[in-house]
């Protein structure tokens, strides 16, 4: 042991230790330095920069998109609400470069090509800092999974939000409309500031009608928010104000029947109370299930349903123009007495067809061997071809157009909905305009019987038929009962709005045309009659058939045998009660035969649900 500390260099190894000392010492006070400098960078060189950026990492402004008015109908029964669903957002300034960060989502969570072309198109239109959809309607699973993987995905996350829905699938969807994703040229009109966070708009019927007051006012928030983009607290916020409840004048029992009894068929049944000009019912079927609309639908979903050739998307109730054959008889009969062309004494003999002074062409009546001797309410009654032909003739086609446009042919009816067709109704400067030839005199007789130019909407049916069943006062239709603010529960009714009325030279005309309606449904000759003789109240009505192609080089035909499209369009207008009406119907079954065989039993089956509580089947 003594001789091994003799051997010891202790000089030389204080030396060493002092050098490791000095060289330790070195290092730290080097380290030291650059973190002093560093520091100087941050806090001095660089300070108003990055204080910049933190202010911007830790506050962020926020939208928060208000909750969607709820649609019910005039019983409480609600139409249209919303349910909580999850989507998935991305912030492109803070997701890095975007195609890699979709690409990475798309290994844990599906999304289609529809969902990436949509992004594109918001990305394209949206600041870098917007969050912007790119998958909604997330299922557990997706939340779950996404959540796991979240830190791996800055600029990235899930969000809450109340979507759009139809618990009754495609029941009044043609009434309701839905809601869609906002596109550009929508946005191009839009107060952005108001459609902050939100995504959906109302596209057709109700929600569009009433998009502001469905809506809302989106409100926002201040709030801080770590590296991960959590939300740590809020500093201020104003709350959204949510959308008004729409209460619509629809009764929801009534439209169920209108609904099942057109099923199988392509058509439309409008129903109104002729006393407010409120909508009852508002049938156009097929329909289709609005729910599939709300995220948005793939252009191979909605090319699909385009080329159905039953074409569920077609509003016909508004949008679609006919006819009316037989049932503009009434107004036919109504201007005849008002000019004092025809009286209800009045008798023609009424053969199998008629004929222009000088002129051989025959206008033949839909009864083989004619009427023989009619007067106006029988004529109305066997829905007589030829009374009216003559009658129409009298009348020549400015008298016709002048007296048919008081009670809104030719225009829309000024309802609060969108897409109102306007129809036609024929004049002599009509053609020279829209065609660029004179008017002839056997296009007027054809005007008679509701052919040839005319057209009109399932919807211009059910208000004339309120017009008649009113005696001459009219109401604007609509399907606005009243509104309801979320935030007060203030109720808010709609009072009726009143038209010009229509005032006859003698009311005894009211109750001429209107005594010949109800014979239709109950004298014994009657083109209803076999629909309406077991009814427990009176009503009256107008059967219609209308052409859809000319069959004049046709001596006789069996309908079987003709092609679908090429039948004869089926019609009914009708009221009940006779004194204070309730409830006025017009029915189109396109293709559908006579209107006493299709039409008639339909319109009877609405009008039994309203004035009995149920459908006389």
């Not at 296009?443 to 399932?458: D, K, N, S």
């Amino acid at each position: 042991m003594y001789q091994n500390e003799a051997f010891r260099d202790k000089s030389k190894e204080s030396r060493l230790l002092s050098s490791r000392l000095v060289f330790c010492i070195f290092i730290a006070l080097l380290l030291f330095l650059l973190l002093l400098f560093q520091l100087a960078r941050l806090q001095i060189i660089g300070f108003e920069h990055y204080s910049t950026l933190s202010t911007d990492n830790r506050i962020k402004l926020t939208a928060l998109p208000p909750p969607r008015g709820l649609i019910y109908d005039r019983n409480g029964v609600i139409l249209a609400d919303n349910f909580p669903t999850y989507r998935l957002e991305i912030i492109p300034s803070d997701s890095g470069d975007v195609g890699k960060t979709i690409e990475k989502l798309r290994n844990i969570i599906a999304m289609s090509d529809y969902d990436i072309k949509k992004f594109t198109q918001a990305l394209k239109r949206k600041k870098d800092f917007q969050s912007i959809p790119i998958k909604f309607n997330l299922t557990n699973e997706e939340v779950a999974k996404f959540s796991v993987d979240r830190h791996l995905f800055p600029g990235v996350d899930i969000v809450a939000q109340l979507t759009r829905n139809y618990p009754k699938r495609d029941f009044a969807s043609h009434a309701l409309g839905h809601v869609g994703r906002i596109n550009e040229s929508e946005l191009r009109t839009l107060n952005s500031s108001d459609y902050q966070g939100t995504n959906y708009i109302g596209k057709l019927g109700i929600e569009k009608a009433y998009e502001k007051i469905l809506h809302g006012k989106t409100g926002f928030q201040h709030v801080e928010i770590n590296a991960q983009g959590r939300v740590l607290r809020v500093f201020d916020k104003q709350a959204p104000v949510p959308g008004s409840d729409v209460y619509l004048t629809i009764d929801s029992k009534l439209q169920s029947v209108a609904e099942n009894a057109l099923q199988g068929y392509e058509g439309s049944i409008v129903a109104m109370d002729p006393l407010t000009g409120d909508i009852l019912a508002f049938a156009s079927m097929p329909g289709y299930d609005p729910n599939i609309f709300v995220h948005g639908v793939s252009s191979k979903v909605f090319g699909g349903m385009e080329q159905d050739p039953r074409h569920p998307l077609f509003n016909r109730a508004v949008g679609g123009q006919y006819p009316p054959g037989s049932t503009i008889k009434p107004l036919i009969a109504l201007a005849g007495l008002e000019y004092g062309t025809t009286t209800p004494g009045r008798t023609i003999f009424a053969g199998p067809y008629f004929k222009l002074p000088d002129q051989e062409r025959k206008y033949k009546d839909w009864k083989e061997e004619g009427h023989g001797w009619v007067n106006l309410s029988k004529a109305i009654i066997q829905s007589c071809d030829v009374y009216f032909y003559d009658l129409a003739h009298r009348l020549g086609i400015n008298r016709i157009h002048n007296f048919l446009s008081q009670f809104g042919l030719g225009k829309t009816t000024l309802i609060d909905f969108p897409g109102e067709a306007t129809g036609i109704l024929p004049s002599r400067e009509w053609k020279k305009k829209t065609i660029g030839t004179i008017w002839f005199p056997g296009e007027t007789v054809i005007t008679g019987i509701g052919q040839g130019y005319m057209l009109t909407t399932p919807l211009q049916l059910a208000a004339v038929t309120s017009v008649i069943a009113a005696k001459g006062q009219r109401f604007r239709p609509r399907f606005l009962l009243g509104s309801e603010n979320r935030i007060n529960d203030i109720l808010k009714i709609q009072k009726p709005i009143e038209l010009t009325r229509i005032s006859l030279e003698s009311e005894k005309n009211w109750d001429n045309v209107i005594e010949a309606m109800i014979g239709v449904n109950f004298a014994s000759n009657g083109t209803a009659r076999r629909t309406w003789q077991d009814a427990k109240y009176n009503a009256a009505g107008k059967t219609g058939t209308a052409q859809v192609v000319s069959l004049d080089n046709i001596e006789s035909y069996e309908k079987e045998n003709l092609s679908k499209h090429l039948r004869d369009h089926s019609l009914f207008i009708g009221f009940a009660p006779i004194k204070e009406p309730k409830i006025a119907v017009a029915v189109v079954i396109e293709h559908g035969g006579t209107g006493s065989e299709r039409a008639a039993p339909i319109a009877k089956k609405v009008i039994d649900t309203y004035i009995l509580g149920s459908a006389d089947l």
